[in-house]
């Protein structure tokens, strides 16, 4: 999504946003993300300043945090991005900047870092062989008592690797976790951006 980002040429309009599409994206962000505290959500999007609001072509939406600066003109940083009607996603370095926030997350095994930090989607067996992690499945139940799988279809993910400290790329479930477990091959996340790539190169706009 972000591998030829270019803010030079890609982006067409800037404006900011309004109140109630701001308490809008925190309230999604808060959907994706429902082990962040309450507290934690105000300090990732506090009222003031409004976020910033990008488009970039014509089905991307990038949301910027404004930073002032004493011997310069303020820039925007991109705190988080969507596509389409998809989950709201978080950027790279804004997670980096905040390491103990506790974002929905996978981990792949080591053998799947080169492809990942190449732009490759990652493969259910990514996630499914040691090293690999996602959350439990069955840990919730539907109203009917069903179990609930750990991640759903759709679901946007922070992709961390084995060994590794930081985040490496962010991605949006193709499958269930479950059905990840079952099929344990195809692509399991679609990645859509990670370490490297345009976006993250581009610290402001």
Do not use: W
């Not at 009607?85 to 792949?108: A, E, M």
């Not at 962010?170 to 195809?186: A, C, H, L, Q």
């Amino acid at each position: 999504m972000f591998k030829k980002f270019d803010p030079s040429t890609d982006i067409s309009t800037s404006t900011q946003v309004k109140a109630s599409v701001q308490r809008g994206i925190k309230s999604q962000v808060a959907q994706s993300h429902p082990k962040l505290s309450e507290a934690e959500l105000d300090g990732l999007l506090p009222k003031k300043p409004p976020l910033v609001q990008y488009k970039v072509g014509s089905h991307l939406m990038l949301y910027c945090r404004r930073v002032e600066h004493e011997d310069a003109s303020p820039s925007d940083e991109p705190v988080f991005y969507q596509h389409r009607d998809g989950p709201i996603l978080p950027t790279l370095r804004f997670i980096h900047k905040y390491p103990t926030v506790n974002f929905t997350s996978v981990t792949v095994d080591k053998g799947a870092i080169p492809f990942v930090l190449g732009g490759a989607n990652v493969m259910c067996p990514g996630l499914t062989n040691p090293g690999g992690e996602m959350p439990p499945d069955g840990a919730e139940k539907d109203e009917d008592g069903f179990d609930l799988p750990g991640l759903s279809k759709g679901d946007g993910v922070v992709i961390f690797a084995e060994g590794k400290e930081h985040a490496l790329a962010i991605g949006v479930m193709t499958m269930s976790s479950k059905e990840i477990r079952d099929k344990n091959k195809g692509i399991g996340i679609e990645l859509a951006h990670y370490l490297g790539d345009g976006l993250y190169m581009a610290a402001e706009l």
